[in-house]
């Protein structure tokens, strides 16, 4: 049996290891709020000032006018090309433009044909450009008139932060915890404090349950900082229920912990156990878990390897919540996977953990 | 109180400690000597079941160490050879940690190290953060934090390196105290004259025993006057060979 | 000339006064001791002569050079070896020694020559390939001496360098320090062994933030008043017992298994033999010259 005044002892001087090391419990809560700043305005698919050069032939009210169009639409940066210097090809390799646009002499006519060239050695940002160029044309062609309304459909800033924050809480905080513990079973391998407890009676649960503990905290806060920073930053919605989230959120804490709990007893020093938290946290959570790549469309193989990221069950549950204001009734089924693998996990770390130096 | 059959142990392979047989009684302060790497810390990692034996056995209190560890565990008090306390805890942090860890009663833990606390001139330090104590005083703190839970067997890897000679003997007098209230001390040390005051020392060399018994019958035996002199020639005449 | 020169040093950490009016002149080409209780402010003093700590008051010279505003050039003719040094753990002892030589250039001959003598005293040569990590903590001392000691500085200071060593590769050790001072390099170290203590040239008692004396061993060892005793026995503790608790003498000190008892007036045999009566533990006494252990206990109280 588990003797609980041990596992206060470790736990305790834990919290007071978090308290006085200021640095780390700065980057603990700094980080994950960076991380999302920066990830969010990464990933932001907003386009803008693409060098774009325009041949234009026509020089009518029509060409003006779509021309005015690309200027105010803040996506694109009119160059200035001579006439004979409008060689496409040319201008992509010299990364003049990245993009052109052949404005025929008949321009304002029915069934005008322009020439649409994009770059596109960056496919996304290639597929972006021609998404938006064609809604200005589309715009301005239609209407006769200058009308920029339509253009916040193509703001794809709005929509992919209601993707990426979800799938950013998830990363962030498997990362975050799997690092704290994994890092704090290491250190005391490493400075030789383990020695002095592996002398006292303490059992391999009791370490690990003291170790897990503090870090839940601290886990929670981060999960609630995310989510604060993406709500006010990016305008995430937020349909489900605090408590819900809260609850499921202290789930998926719990088993980034014991997964570093895990690590910790592979790793010998700080710096392997860092390696080997974030190795196998940061890619198999944003390709695996079904954050970037839907799962169904993945090889059957891959598939099954879903099944033992955390992070899988995590998103169904938040985007749930956030989205579309699941409850419990909806989520218990990831909840209980999330239950089975921190239980597993926990079991193989106690077996594992040496109560001997080597 | 101790006892070791045939105790062994390799590191690859490389024989650290060889065919060791001791037999160590309560009360007793016994004292391990040996050059550096001679193989006393593995020797006393084993005995706290921090290290697991190549081969042999070892009994602490008629419990054998391999099946009763944790048993074995909570009647040994240890101070480690390289510091390892918190730095980043107060002293009396530290303290409650290892109450904490042995489930020792609060009020018991300060029962059994006020009076030491007070011995040491640790009392005043005890709001201090560990690092910033002084070495000798991180070595008398070490040694407090090892006998919190008021152990029968206390074991002492070189708790006196560092520590200036006017400490030494304040730590002495403890070890003294903790034998004549009926606790069995096992101590490492390199200070010849600390050597004097054990009861029975194992001068150790490249895993194996070179000498074992009382002081005084070890001087008669290798005819010299003092402890120094007979780790020299010991030890000594046994380095001079490798050389 | 001096190559360590202290004018009214003052240190303090926060509002704890480390160091107070420390005035220093470490003659060069000699081998200089540090001597004082744990937290006497030793290593405070080692550090801010090796230009690691900075100060408001006094003044610290080394090698002619302002400690605070030459620091880099200090820096490069000075050999420091903190009180816990570290070693790279995954390396072997001989990657270990080679990476300092790197360091510092030394390589090619010399290298090979300090190397070998180096070895000589540490024994390490057969652990040549293990990771230093996997060393005993004497020897890891061991290694970071022979790291410390493979280049030549013009001055060396090191901080309680025997740490944990076996007294046979002590007195080889010291035996390096006294070879490098014949080659002219200054040495400043700081130690609790008395007997080391006495194998200095010159000496400085520091004692609460203060130095209360400096002078060649044999100066100081001159210094004592008063006579001293060694009294032999078979039962230190018991003799000690019945001196200190039966006949509440004061100036009493276990030495191993002897115990030197200071006296201000002379003892007439007489009066040991009443002592005898009163413990037969009490083998014989003879007056002795004090030495440094003495007068360090003295100091204490
Ligand atoms: N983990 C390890 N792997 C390989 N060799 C080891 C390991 N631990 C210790 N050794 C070796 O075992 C030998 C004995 O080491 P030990 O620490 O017992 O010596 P010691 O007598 O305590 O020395 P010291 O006086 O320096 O503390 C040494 O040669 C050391 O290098
Ligand atoms: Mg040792």
């Known amino acids: 049996m588990p003797n609980l005044n041990r596992i206060r002892a470790i736990a305790g001087k834990e919290v007071y290891h978090i308290l006085r090391d200021s640095r780390t419990l700065a980057i603990v809560i700094l980080m994950p709020i960076l991380q999302l700043i920066i990830f969010g305005y990464a990933m932001n698919m907003e386009l ?122 998830a990363m962030i905080l498997v990362m975050i915890c799997a690092l704290l513990t994994s890092i704090s079973i ?92 974030l190795g196998i946290t940061l890619l198999p959570t944003l390709l695996l878990s079904g954050y970037l790549f839907p799962i169904p469309s993945m090889p059957a193989v891959l598939q099954k390897i879903t099944l033992i990221i955390p992070a899988r069950y995590y998103l169904v549950i938040i985007r749930g919540i956030m989205l579309k204001g699941n409850s419990v009734a909806e989520l218990y089924q990831a909840g209980l996977s999330l239950i089975v693998m921190t239980i597993v996990m926990l079991i193989v770390a106690v077996k594992r953990f040496k109560l001997r130096l080597i | 109180m101790i006892k070791t059959e045939e105790l062994t142990r390799k590191f690859g392979d490389f024989i650290a400690v060889d065919h060791l047989n001791l037999q160590i009684v309560r009360g007793e302060i016994f004292g391990f000597l040996g050059a550096n790497g001679a193989g006393k810390t593995t020797t006393i990692r084993m005995l706290c079941g921090l290290l697991m034996p190549s081969s042999g056995r070892i009994w602490v209190n008629n419990l054998d160490v391999a099946k009763e560890g944790e048993k074995v565990k909570k009647s040994i008090g240890y101070m480690s050879q390289r510091f390892s306390l918190y730095q980043d805890l107060k002293a009396k942090e530290n303290l409650e940690f290892y109450a904490g860890v042995y489930a020792t009663p609060r009020a018991e833990a300060w029962e059994n190290t006020l009076p030491l606390l007070e011995q040491f001139g640790l009392k005043e330090s005890l709001n201090m953060r560990t690092a910033e104590l002084p070495m000798g ?58 050597a004097e005051y054990c009861h029975r020392v194992i001068i150790m060399q490249a895993g194996k025993e070179v000498a074992l018994g009382p002081p005084r019958e070890l001087k008669q035996r290798f005819e010299v006057q003092n402890m120094q002199e007979l780790f020299m020639k010991v030890a000594g005449g046994i380095n001079a060979k490798l050389k | 000339m001096s190559i360590v020169k202290v004018e009214g040093l003052g240190i303090s950490f926060g509002n704890l006064p480390a160091l107070k009016e420390i005035n220093l002149q470490v003659p060069a080409g000699g081998i200089y001791g540090i001597i004082g209780p744990d937290s006497a402010g030793k290593t405070t003093l080692l550090r801010t002569i090796c230009t690691l700590l900075p100060y408001k008051e006094g003044k610290v010279e080394v090698l002619k050079l302002d400690a605070l505003k030459d620091a880099a050039v200090i820096r490069a003719q000075i050999g420091y070896m903190p009180q816990r040094f570290s070693l790279y753990r995954d390396l072997s002892v001989e990657q270990n020694i080679r990476f300092s030589a790197r360091l510092f250039g030394v390589n090619g001959k010399e290298y090979a020559s300090t190397l070998e003598r ?150 007439e045999d007489a009066v040991f033999e009443k002592w005898q009566k009163g413990c037969p533990a009490l083998k014989s006494w003879q007056q002795i010259q004090p030495n440094m252990e003495d007068v360090f206990l003295k100091m204490m109280q």
């Open chain 1, 48 to 169: 803008q000032n693409v060098p774009l050069a325009i041949s234009d032939l026509a020089h009518n009210h029509a060409s003006r006018r779509i021309i005015q169009a690309f200027e105010q639409s803040g996506y694109f940066r009119i160059i200035p090309v001579a006439v004979e210097d409008f060689v496409p090809e040319e201008l992509f390799r010299q990364r003049k433009a990245q993009a052109t646009l052949s404005i025929p002499r008949d321009c304002g006519e029915e069934r005008t044909q322009m020439l649409l060239k994009v770059d596109a050695s960056d496919p996304n940002t290639a597929q972006l450009i021609q998404n938006y160029a064609l809604g200005i044309l589309g715009g301005g062609a239609k209407s006769g008139l200058l009308d920029l309304r339509p253009f916040i459909l193509y703001n794809p800033d709005l929509k992919s932060s209601f993707f990426f924050v979800p799938g950013l809480i």
């Open chain 1, 186 to 277: 290491s250190r005391e391998k490493e400075m030789g404090t383990m020695e002095q407890i592996l002398v006292s009676p303490v059992s391999a649960l009791e370490i690990l349950l003291g170790k897990v503990i503090p870090y839940i905290l601290l886990g929670l806060l981060d999960a609630f900082l995310i989510l604060g920073v993406g709500m006010l930053l990016f305008k995430v919605p937020f349909a489900g229920s605090f408590v819900v989230f809260l609850g499921f959120s202290f789930l998926y804490v719990l088993c980034a912990l014991c997964l570093g709990l895990l690590v910790s007893t592979i790793a010998k020093t700080q710096q392997a156990a860092m390696m080997m938290a």
């Open chain 2, 137 to 194: 005083y991180k070595q008398r703190l070490s040694l407090v934090c090892a006998l919190v839970h008021n152990p029968p067997l206390v074991i002492l890897d070189e708790p006196t390196s560092g520590v200036d000679p006017q400490a030494r003997r304040e730590f002495w007098q403890v070890i003294n105290q903790l034998a004549f209230a009926g606790k069995t001390v096992l101590v490492s040390t390199h200070f010849m004259d600390e």
């Open chain 3, 118 to 267: 180096l070895y000589q005293f540490s024994k390490l040569q057969p652990f040549a390939g293990r990771q230093a990590g996997k060393l005993s903590g004497g020897m890891q001392q061991k290694l970071a001496l022979s790291c410390a000691l493979i280049h030549k500085p013009e001055l060396l200071v090191l901080d309680e360098p025997t740490f944990g060593v076996d007294p046979v590769s002590r007195q080889d050790f010291w035996d390096i320090l006294h070879a490098l001072k014949a080659e002219g390099i200054s040495i400043i170290v700081s130690t609790p062994y008395m007997d080391e203590a006495q194998q200095c040239d010159r000496i400085s008692l520091l004692f609460k933030g203060k130095i209360i004396g400096s002078d060649t061993p044999a100066g100081i060892l001159a210094g004592w008043k008063g006579h001293l005793y060694r009294l032999e026995t078979d039962d230190p503790q018991r003799l000690y017992g019945y001196l200190k608790e039966d006949l509440r003498l004061g100036d009493l000190q276990l030495f191993g298994s002897d115990i030197h008892l200071g006296s201000e007036d002379a003892l």
